[in-house]
C-alpha cells in the first residue's frame, strides 16, 4: 500500500502520468544510475543522455512499428507550434494545403496555416457543433495538394477517427495524433507526418514527438528559421540545441512502460474497456447524461457530456472533486462536463468514475 495520496485524475492534458513511472523518476531524481546527478543536471551531450534519448526513439519505432524511412525528432513548442511548422516545412511557395476540421484544434490548425499561405477546407463540421465525422463522399480534394491535414482525435469535442481518411495517391497526410498517441496501433506508412504533444499519453508537458518521412525533408525550403527547419532537427538527431531532456526522459520511461504491460494492442484493449463503460453510463441514463460525439464518432480518450442543466453541471463538478474525482470540467469553449480517459488512468478510476455516475443521476435524476 503506498504512502502517498492519488486521486483519480481526468485533467485533459497535462494528465495522469503511470504510478511506476513516478516512482522510478522518484528513486533517480538525486543520482541517475549512479551519476551522482539528476537528468534534470547532466549535459545533454553527454553519453548518459544520448543513451536516454536514443533509447526512446528505439522504444517509440517497436511500439509504433515506425519503418526505417522515418524520422523521428523529440521538440519543444507542443502541438500549436507544429501548426505553423508543417506549412512552413511542407508547403512550397504559392502550393496549397488541405484541412479536414472535426473540432477546435484541427481549426486552430487551419488557421495557423492560413496565415502562412493558400489553405483549403474540405470539411468543416463547426455548423453541427462538430458532433460527427465526414463521409469521403463530403470530401474533394486536389490532387496537388501540398498535403491533407487532420486531428485523429479532437480533445475538446470528443471525436475520433477510426481510420485515415482516402486521400489522392502521392498527397502526403499529415496528423496531430497528441490526444490519442500510443493509445492503440496504428499504420505509420500510411502518414507523412504525425505529431503529438506528449502530455496527454506519452509524457510530461514540454516535449513535442515528430515523425517525419524522410523524402518530405526534400521540401523543406532553404532560409528557415534554424529552430523551425525540420531538416536541421532531424539530421541533428533533436540535439540542435539543448532539448527538454527532463521531458524525453520520462517520456523514455513511459514507453518503456507501454512495452511491458503487452505494446499498444494491449493499451487499445484497456483503453477501449474504460470509454465503454463510461458510454454505457452515458447511453442507459435515459437522457440524464447527454454524449456530445455521435456514437460512431466517439472518442475512447475524451467523453464531452451534458447534464439537464449548468447548475448540476457544477454540483456535479464539486461533488466529483470531494470524491477525488479530478478534471471533469468541460473545455471553456463547450461547457459541460468531460472525462479523459488517457492511457496511464487506472481502470479502477473509471470504474470509479461510473459509480459516481449512476449515484449521482439516482441522487439527482
Known amino acids: 500500500m503506498s504512502a502517498y495520496k492519488r486521486v483519480h485524475n481526468f485533467n485533459p492534458g497535462p494528465s495522469v502520468l503511470p504510478v511506476p513511472v513516478l516512482e522510478q523518476a522518484q528513486a533517480e531524481m538525486l543520482d541517475y544510475q549512479g551519476t551522482g546527478m539528476s537528468v534534470m543536471e547532466m549535459s545533454h551531450r553527454s553519453k548518459e543522455f544520448e543513451t536516454i534519448i536514443q533509447t526512446a526513439e528505439a522504444d517509440l519505432r517497436e511500439l509504433l512499428g515506425i519503418p526505417q524511412n522515418y ?29 479536414i476540421i472535426t473540432g477546435a484544434w484541427s481549426r486552430t490548425a487551419f488557421k495557423e496555416a492560413q496565415k502562412l499561405g493558400n489553405t483549403r477546407v474540405v470539411f468543416n463540421g463547426e455548423s453541427e457543433n462538430f458532433t460527427r ?3 469521403d463522399a463530403e470530401m474533394s480534394f486536389d490532387p496537388n495538394a501540398a498535403y491533407v491535414h487532420f486531428c485523429h482525435n479532437e480533445t475538446i469535442h470528443g471525436v475520433e477517427f477510426k481510420r485515415e481518411p482516402v486521400v489522392p495517391e502521392g498527397v502526403p ?26 502530455q496527454k499519453n506519452a509524457g510530461p508537458a514540454g516535449v513535442t514527438i515528430v515523425i517525419v518521412r524522410e523524402d518530405l525533408l526534400a521540401r523543406v525550403p532553404e532560409k528557415l528559421p534554424v529552430m523551425l527547419d525540420y531538416k536541421v532537427l532531424a539530421e541533428s538527431g533533436s540535439l540542435h540545441n539543448t532539448p527538454p531532456c527532463y521531458a524525453i526522459y520520462i517520456t523514455g520511461l513511459v514507453l518503456k512502460w507501454l512495452k511491458g504491460l503487452g505494446g499498444l494492442t494491449k493499451m487499445y484493449e484497456i483503453n477501449r474497456q474504460k470509454a465503454d463503460m ?18 460512431e ?27 477525488d474525482l479530478i478534471g471533469l470540467k468541460g473545455h471553456r469553449s463547450v461547457g459541460g462536463l468531460r472525462a479523459s480517459l488517457y492511457n496511464a488512468l487506472p481502470l ?18
Open 133 to 135: 465525422l465526414p463521409e
Open 278 to 295: 463510461v458510454y454505457k453510463v452515458i447511453d442507459e441514463s435515459g437522457g440524464f447524461y447527454r454524449g456530445h460525439a455521435r456514437p
Open 348 to 365: 479502477e478510476s473509471a470504474q470509479a468514475l461510473v459509480e459516481f455516475m449512476k449515484d449521482f443521476q439516482q441522487r439527482y435524476g
Open 71 to 99: 524520422k523521428v525528432m523529440f521538440l519543444q513548442g507542443g502541438a500549436s507550434l507544429q501548426f505553423a511548422m508543417v506549412a512552413m516545412n511542407l508547403r512550397a511557395a504559392g502550393a496549397s494545403a488541405d484541412y
Open 297 to 323: 464518432a466517439r472518442s475512447i480518450m475524451n467523453i464531452p457530456f451534458r447534464l439537464p442543466n449548468e447548475q448540476l453541471e457544477d454540483t456535479f463538478v464539486k461533488e466529483a472533486k470531494k470524491a
Open 173 to 198: 497526410l499529415v496528423c496531430d495524433m497528441s490526444s490519442d498517441f500510443l493509445s492503440q496501433p496504428i499504420d505509420v506508412s500510411k502518414y507523412g507526418v504525425i505529431y503529438a504533444g506528449a
